[in-house]
Structures are given as structure tokens and as C-alpha cells.
């Protein structure tokens, strides 16, 4: 009887870094989890500081930043930050409706 071999194949995010807002709870931590388990870094970001820290932890977050989506200011601030950071950023997933307070077209790294 021959035992067939695992299937590997490489992982989709390996190498990049990824930002989830939202990335503390629910859909985010999820999605970041499994940001995480397809090789990225990742970057959460939340407005609870103990559920973001704890996600951090858990996730071995590259970075996090508490901060309310839904601030304009706060956003901006962020990114602009994020845009000067040593590590650069592929990808990016919101789970919150920040369209309406931030212009992503400004943003270049996306």
C-alpha cells in the first residue's frame, strides 16, 4: 500500500507585510491570522488596547496601534506613519468603513 505525499506549495504572503484594520476581533484577527499562516508580517491595528495587545501576542504581530477608524485624523496620522516605517506594506484589509475619512489614493505604498 503507498501512502501518498503531502501536497506542498508555497505560501501566498511569504516575505510580505500585511495591515489589518480592524485586526483585534472577529473577521480582522481572523483574516490576520491567516495572513499570518500564509508566511506575512502583520500590522493590527484596534481601538480595544487589552483585545489588541492579547491579538498582538497571539499573532506575534510585526507592530499594532490602538487608535478609532472612524477618527480622521487618527487615520491619517497612522498611514502617514506607517508610510515613513522601515518595513513596507503589500497589503491591506479594512474591516471597518474607513473610506469615508481616509483617501487611499494618497497613500502610495498600495
Not at 489589518?20 to 493590527?44: D, N, P
Request: negative net charge; hydrophobic residues 45%; glycine residues 6%.
Amino acid at each position: 500500500m503507498t501512502i501518498p505525499s503531502p501536497i506542498h506549495r508555497e505560501l501566498e504572503l511569504l516575505g510580505q507585510t500585511v495591515v489589518v484594520i480592524g485586526g483585534s476581533a472577529g473577521i480582522g484577527f481572523e483574516t490576520a491570522r491567516r495572513a499570518r499562516a500564509e508566511g506575512a508580517k502583520v500590522i493590527l491595528t484596534g481601538r480595544n488596547i487589552e483585545r489588541l495587545q492579547q491579538a498582538a501576542s497571539e499573532l506575534d504581530a510585526l507592530s499594532t496601534a490602538a487608535f478609532d477608524a472612524a477618527d480622521p485624523v487618527a487615520v491619517d496620522r497612522f498611514f502617514r506613519d506607517l508610510n515613513n516605517a522601515a518595513h513596507p506594506t503589500e497589503q491591506l484589509f479594512r474591516f471597518c468603513s474607513l473610506d469615508s475619512v481616509f483617501d487611499f489614493e494618497r497613500f502610495e505604498r498600495f
